[in-house]
């Protein structure tokens, strides 16, 4: 844990000490050149001693946990680096820094006043003291860490050895312990049992505890025989090349002593080369169990032949990168338990001697909610089930088990192995993916993340590092993939054309992940239920479900960086004034959805605010210092009720995102159901924006918006006929656009948009187009290699079937249509739209026929049909897409109801309601 601290104070000395930032301090304290130059000379040394105690973690392995002398060491240099994080802040205000990702600076003219020479001073002082601390500390490991791991190596290998345990349980169970796991062994047992002569390479992949290890011993015992030889070998984070060479040499000839002996000293090529000449001419069955990396895997198949009799490898791994070496075909991802399956292995285990395993009638309301509280890891399930065996099978102690389970995975001796085996995942995390774990834990249970959301929070706090020319979001979303791929947090749903849209962490790895913030003040949760004050706090506080006020300042709140509000329940927030004083360092606020209608002028003093959201809270106006928040990158106001924006947003030269749109019809039946804010003056000068929801389109923002040469999403309101022309001028210019969303501003107004934008996946239009515009625009054109994913077409008032020209555009994977037809029939023909997963028609009024024909829209995951008035025929030809995951009828009339249930075509799962 305190090598994420560390590198976040590394990375902020690196600012401050930045070429240009130091250049021009010194110009600006040239009188004082001798104090200046000893100030930056010992914040160097810091940082270069801080990027070796860095590394020198990162090297650090699992042995060393569980060793409390080293973690203790470890705590006070957290607390020295956050000191450290905290001078540089102060620094960096005192100097006047504006900075943006590429260093560039300016310094504010009121800061010549001595009074800043004498902040300089104690800052300089501080880290004098900050010096001597680290030197210190360094002293102190060299004389005590040693002398515990060198006293105590069975304290030191603790976990390794429980992880081996574990191991060691997994494989000695029988067929009935693996409980809901029939599907995925025959699948295994089918792929060894192949025809197919070519050795193939077979991965389990899943998170720790879903019973990977489990699978593929259960397997190997029964299927070994099949083979002439077979070996099993664990190989952990901690493996050495040569010694699983060996054990597997051992387990191959355990019945040769001779060959034995002869390999003891053979060094690592001799042992692949006796290893591989023996598996040439043999059918082998291998099992690597734990592989944390491609590289491991990689040392291990070049010494395992390849050759045509059938041999079969199998890996278990946590690791995406790692399954994804599998032969085509071969890969077989776990996944938690469904709650039947789940319910059958917690009987099994708290009640292995009742008949049946039945769960008494008394205990079942809580034996089904403690269940549901592992989500589905068998290895929890199994765990707490154990557990509960041994207790009494009474209300009062299964409602105390129940009310205090979190605290007994996290602190009960028996669920070590949990810990350990979810512990492992994150230990051997690289640094900069820990802090974005952990900051993910801070949100309540079942929390689902939005993608775009939370990686603009991870920017903002800093998480995220320039890689080459990629944007920082470009970096945050490798980041999240990577994340995802290692099982650290867990796919929800996708968007249409297969970017992450929702993902989420089981709660089980949060509960140990929430633990780790606590201990380490990552940050902290807090909700009406876990009492009356906050007690101390870490860096970050996440509100949850707040029915009311906090009363009362807490500790250590000058040391707050971040501030995140999840409800909009909360009554009100009367703590924002005082953080605006006390918290001068805040980097995030996040105050959305609540009721307070005013943000008090000292907002502007929250010089390293990165990120202020306002979404959906009752806020009427934006103080004048806002201009001063000179770090801003997101500025969220989306669903306000503020009108317009204060002239000095547009000195905010660093922004990169900014939601400013008011609602007017939630429904969206309304033309006119939002709103965009007037910009003031000066829209050029936000050349980093990458985001603008939404602009109310006026004389003066036509004039600059092509300079916003950034911009990858854009919305804009209120867009007359006559405007178009310079809005494509301006489009032209926006070469990165990926998303565009143009509404006119009356349902008269034509919109006609002659521009090709090669970038663009998105596009929504809302007023009538011009006549045409399918077959003339360069917008509606395919384009070779283009990624035009999503069309949503409203108010369009079009006449002629739109299909047969939209038909080219073959990458769309999403059409809506919303009072965009006002004709009598459409037709989707064979072979059209062979990608569209989601189809939604609705509000065309006179559409009475929608014939479907045999191999179109071969691809589609849901239909939508709303308010088709008209229409008293099934759709035919509707029975070719099914069964869809998804078919709904809104707005129906009790008739067509009749006749859709009548309909044998559509037998099955299909929603509908009724028409008012």
């Not at 984070?237 to 002996?261: G, M, P, W």
Request: aromatic fraction near 8%.
């Amino acid at each position: 844990m305190a090598e994420i601290v560390i590198l976040l104070a590394i990375k902020k000395i690196g600012i401050a000490l930045a070429k240009g930032a130091a250049d021009q301090v010194s110009v600006q304290f040239a009188k004082y050149g001798t104090q200046l130059l000893e100030l930056q000379a010992s914040m160097g040394r810091i940082a270069r001693e801080l990027r070796v105690m860095h590394d020198v973690l990162c090297q650090m392995d699992i042995r060393n946990c569980n060793n409390q002398v080293y973690e203790g060491w470890l705590e006070e240099v957290q607390k020295v680096a956050h000191v450290m994080e905290d001078m540089v802040d102060e620094y960096l205000y005192l100097v006047g820094q504006e900075h943006d990702i590429s260093f560039f600076f300016f310094l504010k003219k009121d800061f010549k006043k001595p009074r800043s020479l004498l902040s300089l001073k104690k800052i300089a002082s501080k880290v004098k003291e900050i010096e001597k601390d680290l030197l210190h500390l360094s002293e102190t490991k060299n004389r005590w860490v040693p002398m515990i791991n060198n006293g105590d190596s069975s304290n030191s290998n603790y976990i390794i050895k429980r992880s081996q345990d574990l191991v060691n349980i997994s494989r000695s169970l029988d067929d009935e312990d693996l409980v809901g796991m029939d599907k995925n062994r025959e699948k295994l047992e089918e792929w060894l049992a192949g025809d197919d002569p070519e050795r193939s390479v077979i991965s389990v992949l899943g998170m720790g505890g879903l019973g990977k290890t489990a699978l593929a011993a259960n397997i190997y015992k029964k299927k070994r025989d099949k083979f002439q030889c077979h070996a099993w070998v664990s190989i952990s984070q901690t493996y050495s090349a040569e010694d699983v060479l060996r054990k597997i040499i051992k387990e191959l000839f355990k019945d040769n002593v001779s060959v034995l002996s002869s390999t003891m000293a053979m060094d690592i090529m001799s042992l692949a080369e006796t290893l591989k000449k023996y598996l040439e001419q043999r059918k082998y069955l291998i099992i690597l169990d734990d592989v944390w990396t491609p590289e491991a895997f990689d040392d291990l198949f070049r010494t395992i032949p390849h050759n045509d009799k059938g041999s079969r490898l199998i890996i278990t791994t946590r690791e995406g990168d790692v399954a994804a070496l599998a032969s085509q075909g071969h890969m077989l991802t776990l996944e938690a338990l469904p709650e039947d399956k789940a319910w059958d292995l917690f009987c099994k285990k708290a009640f292995p001697r009742d008949t049946n395993h039945e769960c008494p009638i008394e205990l079942m309301p809580l034996s089904k909610e403690i269940a549901s509280k592992c989500k589905g890891l068998p290895l929890a399930i199994a765990s707490v089930g154990s557990l509960l065996r041994v207790h009494e099978k009474t209300v009062e102690e299964w409602k105390r088990i129940n009310d205090q389970l979190s605290w007994e995975i996290i602190n009960n001796s028996r669920f070590d192995h949990i810990r350990n085996v979810l512990h492992l995942s994150f230990i051997y995390l690289p640094t900069h993916l820990k802090s974005c774990f952990l900051y993910c834990s801070l949100f309540p249970e079942d929390y689902h993340f939005r993608r775009k959301q939370l990686l603009r929070l991870w920017i903002a706090e800093g998480f995220i590092e320039e890689r080459g020319e990629s944007t920082l979001e470009e970096v945050a979303e490798g980041y999240l993939k990577e994340l995802i791929d290692r099982n650290m947090l867990q796919l929800v749903e996708r968007n249409t054309f297969g970017r992450t849209k929702e993902f989420r962490m089981h709660d089980i790895l949060r509960e140990l992940a929430v633990d780790l913030c606590r201990k380490n003040c990552f940050g902290v949760t807090y909700e009406d239920k876990c009492g009356g004050h906050l007690q101390k706090i870490g860096r970050r506080l996440v509100l949850h479900k707040l029915k009311k006020d906090i009363q009362q300042p807490f500790s250590n709140m000058h040391q707050l960086r971040t501030v995140i509000t999840l409800e909009d329940n909360m009554g009100s927030f009367t703590l924002l004034p005082l953080l605006c004083k006390e918290s001068r360092c805040m980097t995030v606020l996040e105050l959305n959805g609540l009721p307070m209608d005013k943000i008090p002028d000292a907002i502007g003093d929250l010089f390293n605010v990165r990120h202020l959201g306002l979404r959906d809270s009752k806020v009427k106006m934006l103080p004048e210092s806002i201009e001063k928040l000179s770090n801003l990158l997101t500025l969220d106001l989306c669903r306000s009720d503020i009108h317009e924006l204060p002239g000095g947003i547009m000195k905010l030269k660093k922004l990169r995102h900014l939601f400013a749109e008011r609602v007017i019809d939630p429904n969206w039946r309304e033309f006119r159901c939002r709103s965009g804010m007037c910009i003031p003056s000066g829209l050029g000068n936000l050349t980093n924006l990458q985001t603008l929801q939404a602009l109310e389109v006026q004389d003066e923002s036509l004039r600059h918006l092509g300079e916003l040469r950034q911009l990858r999403s854009l919305r804009l309101w209120n867009v007359k006929g006559i405007y178009c022309g310079r809005i494509s001028e301006s489009l032209v210019q926006l070469q990165c656009l990926s998303y565009l969303d143009v509404n006119a501003s009356d349902k008269n107004e034509v919109l006609l948009l002659n521009v090709c934008l090669p970038n663009l996946q998105k596009l929504y239009l809302k007023g009538r187009l011009a006549e045409g515009a399918l077959d003339e625009s360069p917008l509606f054109q395919y384009v070779e290699g283009q990624n035009f994913y999503e069309l949503e077409l409203y108010w369009s008032q079009l006449r002629e079937d739109p299909l047969p020209s939209l038909s080219r555009l073959s990458n769309l994977t999403q059409l809506r249509f919303t009072r965009a037809y006002s004709g009598e029939q459409m037709t989707f023909l064979t072979g059209w739209f062979p990608k569209l997963k989601i189809l939604f028609l609705r509000d065309l009024l006179n559409l009475n026929r929608l014939e479907i024909q045999q191999g179109a829209l071969v691809s589609l995951e849901k239909l939508f049909l709303g308010n088709l008035s008209s229409m008293t025929e099934v759709p035919p030809g509707i029975e070719f897409l099914m069964p869809l995951q998804y078919l709904c009828f809104e707005e129906i009339t009790k008739d067509f109801f009749t006749v859709l249930d009548q309909c044998s075509a559509i037998q099955g799962n299909w929603w509908y309601s009724f028409r008012d």
